[in-house]
């Protein structure tokens, strides 16, 4: 089992990198945004994030991944954002990291406080964020942040008390609700209650794992406005999420900044 202190020796090392996801509008299928997707490449090979993420969650590794993730994303992608202020790059936050000033401080350190209506924080529902972290999210947001609930499966009424508590202006769909519909159940029940929601309030809702045109068609029937998955792109370094967005978007090499790192 990886131990937390291992997460630092391999930053140590080098061996962690980002990868992007694009997330597209579903009503022109133009990029609008990214997921930064944090990978573990260690000498015996790539290590799934899951069996990493959760291991740190609530220890101090947490929140050195967590500031290395902003510090490299906005290395990697800072001129791309500041050439294309309709996009946004969502970044994961365990529940525990925003109410301590770890995230206004990377930001600073990072320079991405001018970017700040650029970022989407996405925290899962696994922890309730405590008054410290709202206080937190409540301070991002004032700067123009946005707050995503990240891996919204409707079961029960967990994903509702994250929402009553929390600021929430965006949800993702997560990926098992997506696989959900197929030729043979086009509109799953949940549907029907997103469409709803949707109507009747100002959230953005992503959906993730979006893997065929069947599901990306069903999904913009009912409403929801933007999408991820291989149905349009695999995971990319930062130099391929601009060359996706240059080739989606219908722009010029000229219209686009290179990627650093």
């Known amino acids: 089992m990886i131990q937390p202190e291992e997460i630092a020796e391999g930053l140590a090392r080098g061996e962690f990198f980002l990868e992007y996801l ?24 790539l290590v799934n994030p899951a069996d990493f993420i959760p291991l ?8 050195v991944l967590t500031y290395w993730v902003i510090e490299t994303a906005a290395e990697e992608l800072r001129a791309w954002l500041l050439a294309h202020r309709e996009c946004h790059l969502a970044i994961n936050v365990p529940p525990e990291i925003p109410g301590r000033g770890g995230l206004y401080y990377a930001a600073v350190k990072a320079g991405l406080l001018d970017l700040a209506s650029q970022i989407i924080l996405e925290l899962t529902e696994r922890g309730l964020p ?14 123009g942040t946005r707050v995503a609930l990240d891996d919204v499966t409707l079961r029960g009424g967990a994903n509702l008390a994250v929402l009553s508590r929390c600021p929430f202006d965006t949800i993702k769909l997560d990926r098992s609700l997506i ?11 949940w549907l029907e209650g997103i469409a709803a929601l949707i109507w009747s309030s100002q959230l953005t809702v992503i959906a993730e794992g979006v893997e065929t045109a069947h599901q990306l068609q069903v999904l913009f029937d009912a409403g929801v406005q933007a999408g991820q998955g291989f149905h349009f792109s695999r995971p990319v370094a930062a130099a391929g999420l601009i060359a996706f967005h240059r080739q989606a978007n219908g722009l010029n090499n000229a219209e686009e900044p290179l990627a650093s790192g």
Not at 130 to 141: E, T
């Open 22 to 45: 694009p997330i597209l509008s579903l009503d022109d299928l133009r990029c609008i945004g990214a997921e930064a997707l944090i990978r573990w490449r260690r000498p015996s090979g």
């Open 130 to 143: 405590d008054g410290l972290a709202l206080q937190g999210l409540a301070g991002a947001m004032q700067l």
């Open 56 to 63: 740190i969650e609530n220890t101090p590794a947490s929140g």
């Open 179 to 189: 696989a959900q519909i197929t030729p043979d159940e086009p509109r799953p029940e």
